[in-house]
């Protein structure tokens, strides 16, 4: 265990994700060894994390996976590192339920015994700043906020009239004040925040810590502390099966934790790009298509027949989830209504829409089996997609998803895909499942157990 904190904030929008960068970059130029965590269960945000730690983000979802997976998880991500930042969601106390800490950043932190440092939007505050920060140290206990960054600071005068006013609140350090840097904010699209692939230029890192350079680093070192919790054993099974995961533009958002699940329970993970390779690695028993943005490159996949047809062909296991299920589907229509076509591996057409169509925390349970595991296994994973099935497809759903009206999960033989991206960290038998069943597709029979 490290050196933690929690990076929270009031609410979205107040620039955690730019600020944990800036403190990371500058951090690790000092020489640490910085491990970054994102509470929650977003995707895009962990991309820039990598892009300035240049190590893989874990998410720390309270609600997916319970404490047990947030502290597995935790254990995996921060072994071996200096100190570790988890950037929090949405507000400090905001998660799942309006009336307790379940699924928030400030539950990671209860869990995990850490501090928090709050990222203040002071763009139009002076006192009142103050009186936010002393609302959140206040609000929970057992949650304590032990330092603020004030984030758009307009200049040295308002930089001053903040540190002032924070004198009011003396059991918060004050660690400095940012001001506004647009060219190096992290910009946002129709799913969240760009993915760092796809924009992040040569020498934004050194920008990124030249920026956090200007805040008391010494101080915030000194607040963080050792988390505590114990590392859980880990069991790492003989390789079974190799298992192709499309990895590209296109295709890259997987929880790193379930890509380390399938690897214990004996996956062995061969990357793959459905946009540039023209053919399926060899010897392989399943596929993993994650989500990603396969509408913003449609006409490139649509373009890449050999890597379709090998899809069509192939006779192992296929795993996808949404943006996976979108390039299984017979085909893919913008909003205007042009249309690229896809796999065709499931009977089914989706097409993109201008406004948000599902969002939010799904539990599932399944109706048959199906490649995660006997009829009746259980999951836990989010949902977040602006597309939508042109027509329900001619299979029956195999989903039966908690609290939500449409149906979900189509299973064609060999194949199985959702908009559900399912975390494995909620029930640890869904990786050593698609690893067994992997693993007979390719013709291993699956071990006892």
Not at 183 to 204: C, I, K, T
Not at 213 to 237: G, I
Not at 326 to 353: I, K, N, Q
Request: aromatic share 6%; charged share 20%.
């Amino acid at each position: 265990m490290i050196p933690t904190l929690l990076i929270a904030a009031p609410a979205s929008g107040s620039g955690k994700t730019t600020v944990t960068c800036a403190l990371a970059a500058a951090l690790r130029a000092r020489g640490l060894d910085v491990r970054l965590f994102k509470a929650g269960p977003d995707y895009l945000d962990p991309t820039w994390h990598q892009a300035v730690s240049g190590r893989p983000s874990r998410n720390l979802d309270g609600w997916m996976t319970g404490r047990s997976g947030v502290e597995a998880a935790f254990a995996r991500g921060a072994a071996g590192g200096d100190i570790a930042l988890v950037e929090g969601m949405m507000g400090l106390f905001d998660g799942h339920s309006p009336t307790t800490l379940e699924g928030s950043g400030a539950q990671v932190a209860q869990w995990l015994g850490i501090p928090t440092v709050v990222v203040v939007d002071a763009s139009a505050m002076a006192r009142t700043a103050a009186a936010v920060v002393a609302g959140l140290a206040g609000y929970e206990p057992s949650v304590p906020v032990v330092g603020v960054i004030f984030n758009r600071v307009g200049g040295p005068g308002h930089a001053g009239l903040l540190a002032e006013a924070m004198k009011t609140v003396p059991s918060v350090r004050c660690l400095g004040a940012l001001a506004s840097r647009n060219e190096l904010a992290v910009p946002e699209r129709h799913l969240g925040l760009v993915s760092a692939e796809l924009v992040a230029r040569p020498g934004w890192v050194e920008e990124m810590a030249e920026w956090g350079r200007s805040l008391d680093l010494d101080a915030l070192l000194a607040l963080a502390r050792v988390p505590t919790v114990e590392a859980p054993a880990r069991r790492v099974a003989p390789a079974r099966t190799r298992i192709g995961l499309a990895l590209d533009a296109a295709f890259h958002f997987y929880y790193p934790d379930n890509l380390d699940l399938l690897r214990e329970a004996g996956a062995e993970l061969v990357p793959f790009s459905p946009l540039a390779d023209a053919a399926l690695p060899p010897d392989l028993g399943g596929l993993y298509i994650g989500g990603g943005y396969p509408e913003s490159h449609r006409e490139a996949l649509e373009a890449n027949t050999a890597m379709r047809a090998a899809i069509r062909a192939f006779p192992g296991c296929i795993y996808a989830e949404c943006g996976g299920l979108m390039y299984l589907g017979a085909r893919l229509a913008s909003e205007g209504g042009d249309a690229s076509a896809m796999c065709g591996v499931l009977p089914l057409r989706t097409r993109m829409t201008p406004r948000l169509r599902a969002l939010g925390y799904r539990e599932v349970t399944t109706t048959v089996d199906t490649p995660l595991g006997p009829a009746g296994i259980c999951f836990r994973g989010h949902e977040f997609h602006y597309s939508e099935l042109e027509e329900v497809p001619a299979l029956s759903p195999v989903y039966r998803v908690a609290g939500a009206g449409a149906p979900e999960g189509w299973l064609g033989g060999k194949v199985l895909g959702s908009y559900v991206h399912a975390h494995f960290g909620s029930n640890p038998q869904l990786a050593a499942n698609l690893v067994a069943a992997c693993a007979l597709r390719g013709g291993e029979a699956p071990s006892e157990g």
